[in-house]
């Protein structure tokens, strides 16, 4: 059978402080790694969007997605699918959260998403394709969120510098009946293809992504020894 393999969770230098490769070369190696796609997950946090004080919000998601449109003309070029996502945290808390099934005209329109807290936003993606999953819930300093405000749990987390205790986000997506996800968390080389997805088609955007993971058509996870 033939399955595309899709890394949910990846940063690029231009957006995350924390990242340290550029959108080009994470398309690049990716490619080279044998994926079929990424989706680029740049952290939105307040503090990315206040050092861009004399900028208008439209201005800073202009700058915000510069790492998401690098890596999309990058990916047309080498035939990698590159599709949109964000790793919001809002100012509750340290709690990291995945969200899928937008377009960018959806980060211009609802700005600081920042403010608006877990249970809010839950309220704002209520009836829409987007889709809701806490990253990396048993990390250090984050605090599994309460389950009837998700979709899901990231389930793998495959960044080498923490340890995201995946066997209790496993167990906990299982005792809600949450929804499963596993992703490299990538933001440097040592990163590349160390988590992700196999589904049976390749999502053309980021709201068929949420459609496929919504309707449980992920084939199995990718994950590192």
């Given amino acids: 059978m033939k399955y595309f393999k899709f890394d949910t969770h990846v940063h690029t230098s231009e957006t995350s402080p924390c990242g340290k490769v550029d959108a080009k070369t994470v398309v690049q190696l990716y490619k080279k790694a044998g994926y079929h796609g990424i989706v680029i997950t740049d952290h939105y946090i307040r503090e990315y969007f206040e050092g861009l004080p004399h900028l208008s919000w439209n201005q800073k998601i202009d700058e915000y997605l510069k790492g998401y449109f690098t890596a999309l003309e990058e990916g047309r070029k080498?035939?990698?699918?590159?599709?949109?996502?964000?790793?919001?945290?809002?100012?509750?808390?340290?709690?990291?959260?995945?969200?899928?099934?937008?377009?960018?005209?959806?980060?211009?329109?609802?700005?600081?998403?920042?403010?608006?807290?877990?249970?809010n936003f839950r309220k704002l993606i209520e009836n829409t394709p987007i889709l809701l999953y806490q990253a990396h819930p048993f990390r250090p300093m984050i605090t599994p969120a309460e389950p009837q405000y998700l979709h899901g749990v990231e389930v793998y987390n495959g960044n080498p510098r923490h340890n995201s205790y995946n066997e209790k986000a496993y167990e906990y997506a299982e005792k809600y009946g949450l929804k499963m996800l596993a992703g490299s968390d990538f933001h440097q080389m040592q990163d590349t293809a160390r988590g992700g997805i196999a589904l049976g088609e390749a999502p053309e955007n980021s709201r068929e992504l949420a459609e496929m993971l919504s309707e449980n058509k992920i084939i199995e996870f990718i994950t590192t020894p």
């Fill in 78 to 119: 080498t035939g990698l699918r590159v599709l949109l996502g964000i790793e919001l945290r809002f100012d509750e808390n340290s709690n990291d959260y995945l969200v899928y099934g937008f377009d960018p005209d959806f980060l211009y329109r609802n700005p600081k998403l920042y403010e608006m807290g877990l249970k």
